[in-house]
């Protein structure tokens, strides 16, 4: 029993750094915003998927009792990473380092319905159908999150190249007035990073919290304070980069081009649909999840 924890430890560690997990989580911000626009966007986008995937494929199957014997070490692990790194994007003055931290969150809540969905079951049908959803919600938000981050990492980068390499918070003000298309794809892209209903990142996470509530509602309900933060930091980018009076000096910050407007739209377009219609992915992914399920129960 001993032997098998302590393998269970190294591996999570290995994942964990990964993900990342807080505290392993210093060297993501700084990777992720010194790092050039198009690696950071491969970062969010894949890599830091290949931790929660380890988790999921590896850990989850193989290590479903160490996982319930520090149960709840890992539960308050996956709090502090939704909640404390929400806090953190919110003290951001750095765009880049802004939505660092904010990737963290999101790959919280996976962690969350994972961590719960290991929980002793309970031999209630209803049980197995809690986590089933959660670890939907997982997969879904593993996707969902890749495709809106990546999004926003790369307005930030046209961002950047137009103004010369600021991303500050306060270094821009009033753009909508200039750029009304920049502002509404990027608008849709941090809406549903924010989790609106109707886009693709509020499927995912009411499917986790769906799961997770009955099966560890003390867990579910502190990292709520993570929703809540979120909303807050990214109606803050809102408000200081693209309203409120125009600095003289983005007079002639130019729109999207063509181009670029359709190099953004396949991302915004596939956020409506599986917003809409989250089936889409779901329905592929949901024969897996049972599986998974009805194997943490033995």
């Excluded at 990342?20 to 210093?26: A, C, M």
């Excluded at 790194?85 to 802004?98: G, H, I, N, T, V």
Aim: proline share 5%; hydrophobic share 55%; net charge positive.
């Amino acid at each position: 029993q001993n032997i098998g924890l302590i393998v269970f430890f190294g591996a999570f560690l290995g994942f964990a750094v990964k993900v990342p997990v807080i505290p392993f989580h210093t060297w993501l911000p700084a990777a992720y915003s010194e790092a050039p626009s198009p690696v950071t966007m491969l970062l969010t986008g894949v890599m830091s998927k290949m931790g929660v995937y380890g988790f999921l494929r590896i850990l989850l199957p193989i290590f479903p009792e160490q996982i319930r014997q520090v149960l709840s070490l890992l539960l308050w692990l996956a709090v502090a990473t939704i909640v404390l790194s929400a806090c953190a994007a919110f003290a951001q003055k750095d765009l880049k380092r802004m939505l660092a931290y904010s990737s963290i969150n999101h790959l919280g809540y996976c962690l969350l319905a994972m961590f719960a969905a290991a929980s002793v079951a309970t031999g209630v049908t209803a049980s197995d159908i809690q986590k089933a959803a959660a670890l939907d919600g997982a997969l879904l938000q593993m996707f969902n999150h890749g495709l809106t981050a990546s999004a926003l990492f790369l307005f930030v980068a046209l961002i950047e190249k137009r103004s010369g390499g600021l991303r500050g918070l306060d270094d821009f003000g009033g753009l909508r007035k200039v750029v009304p298309v920049f502002t509404g794809l990027m608008g849709i892209a941090l809406f549903s990073s924010l989790g609106l209903p109707g886009l693709n990142g509020f499927v995912g996470e009411f499917l986790i919290f769906k799961g997770v509530f009955p099966l560890a509602p003390w867990a579910a309900a502190i990292s709520t304070i993570g929703i809540l933060v979120t909303a807050i930091f990214l109606l803050t980018l809102i408000q200081r980069v693209f309203c409120g009076p125009l600095n003289d000096r983005w007079a002639t910050f130019p729109d999207l081009t063509t181009r670029e407007r359709w190099l953004v739209v396949p991302s915004i377009s596939l956020m409506f649909i599986l917003g809409i219609w989250p089936q889409f992915i779901l329905g592929k992914i949901d024969a897996t999840v049972v599986t998974l399920v009805q194997h943490l129960n033995f």
